[in-house]
């Protein structure tokens, strides 16, 4: 079998799938995509093309090396984003010709089902319990806000108080019927980091993820010595061999790769594998499509230590489109109890709406994250 084509298609809300076509008609979806730089990694993925068209799609191992290591250059979203969304299609085209799951070329199952959870609340939280109320009502007991709004290096007591009175009011509204992670988005310095986590302790959150940006990751283990809130990042990771340093570091109690910025499903499996030798939980990142999604449940369902699963159904950035707008077999992501099954059909087990796509496609809007500044005007982290 060879490769013959491959197509993107940039999608609303802000995805981009990738179908890889063959000589012998079996195709292959995936999602490379990074939120807000679409266009970037769309001419990645065709740079990358050149090592991949006439190539035997099931030599997967071989051709991430190449796409990994042939350029010299290295790493980063954009590159890392091009070869998961390839990765994840050649695993959908070696599944189908196979007839199995992609969990199952990966040594079968080793759970019967991963918890999901669920975006609350938008970009600066708000309307939390009412959020939460609704989502419970469809199954999920598990949630995840931002933490705060836009954070100085050094900021007010009623900053902190505005992100406490956020959190208390959850935890007076629910008790101890659900969870929730904080996410600080990467917002927050090292120095308002250890002021929020010391007050938001007695809410106890099931995690707090990118306290600070993955750039300051030597703050992990200092901010993880200080508080016995679990510390979650890793969507801005992007290989192993960044992984390897913050889990030798240590301070990470969540690793959370994103199946569609860290090389794919090939590279997720090791750096899983990786944080299971040093005891970390994985819960892959995942605020994008279906694609993304079925290739970290395929992950979730061969990684011990997955612990549970983002989605996107519901999700704030989703304008335009929701997770499962584009899928034919929206059936096989019921939730159940607030859990997901494994994908059985063959491949990723993700049937597309293809003439959906091409349409959509037309009229895709070129997504932004919004840029805020301080009122001093400085740029603030969003
Ligand atoms: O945890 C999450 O889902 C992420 O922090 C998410 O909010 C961002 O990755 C966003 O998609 C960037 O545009
Ligand atoms: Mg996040």
Aim: proline share 5%; charged share 20%.
């Amino acid at each position: 079998m060879k490769i013959t084509r491959l197509t993107t298609y940039r999608l609303p809300p802000r995805w981009m799938f990738l179908k890889i076509e063959t000589d012998e008609g079996v195709t292959g979806w995936g999602e490379p995509v990074i939120e807000g730089r679409a266009k970037s990694v769309e001419t990645a993925v065709h740079e990358l093309s050149d090592y991949l068209i006439g190539q035997d799609p099931a030599r997967i191992n071989d051709l991430w090396q190449v796409m990994y290591r042939g350029g010299f250059y290295r790493g980063g979203p954009i590159l890392m984003s091009a070869i998961a969304g390839i990765d994840q299609a050649l695993w959908d085209i070696k599944g189908k010709v196979l007839g199995v799951p992609v969990w199952q070329l990966l040594g079968g199952l080793v759970r019967d089902t991963i918890k999901a959870y669920s975006w609350v609340g938008g970009d600066r939280p708000a309307e939390v319990i009412a959020g939460i109320h609704t989502l419970r009502a469809i199954g999920f007991d598990t949630f995840k806000l931002n933490g705060c709004e836009e954070m100085g290096i050094i900021d007010s007591a009623r900053k902190v108080d505005a992100a406490v009175s956020t959190v208390a009011q959850i935890r007076e509204t629910f008790g101890n019927e659900i969870e929730f992670g904080l996410d600080f988005h990467g917002r927050v310095s090292a120095p308002m980091a250890k002021i929020l986590i010391k007050e938001l302790e007695p809410y106890r959150p099931l995690f707090i993820e990118e306290p600070v940006l993955a750039e300051q990751a030597e703050y992990y283990p200092r901010l993880a010595a200080q508080t016995h809130l679990p510390i979650a990042a890793g969507e801005r990771m992007y290989s192993r061999f960044e992984f390897k340093r913050v889990l030798e570091a240590g301070g990470l109690a969540i690793l959370q790769p994103d199946l569609s910025h860290a090389g794919g499903i090939t590279e997720c499996v090791k750096i899983a594998a990786m944080a299971e030798a040093y005891d970390v939980a994985l819960a892959p990142h995942c605020p994008l499509g279906p694609l993304a999604l079925a290739a970290c449940l395929h992950v979730d369902f061969v990684a011990r230590n997955a612990v549970f699963q983002e989605q996107s159904m519901g999700i704030h950035y989703n304008q335009g489109a929701e997770l499962l707008d584009y899928v034919i077999n929206k059936e096989d992501f019921t939730l159940s109890g607030g859990q997901f099954a494994p994908l059985t059909r063959p491949g990723l087990g993700v049937e597309i709406n293809e003439p959906l796509v091409a349409a959509r496609s037309q009229h895709a809007d070129d997504w932004r994250n919004p840029l805020w500044r301080f009122a001093d005007g400085t740029v603030a982290e969003w």
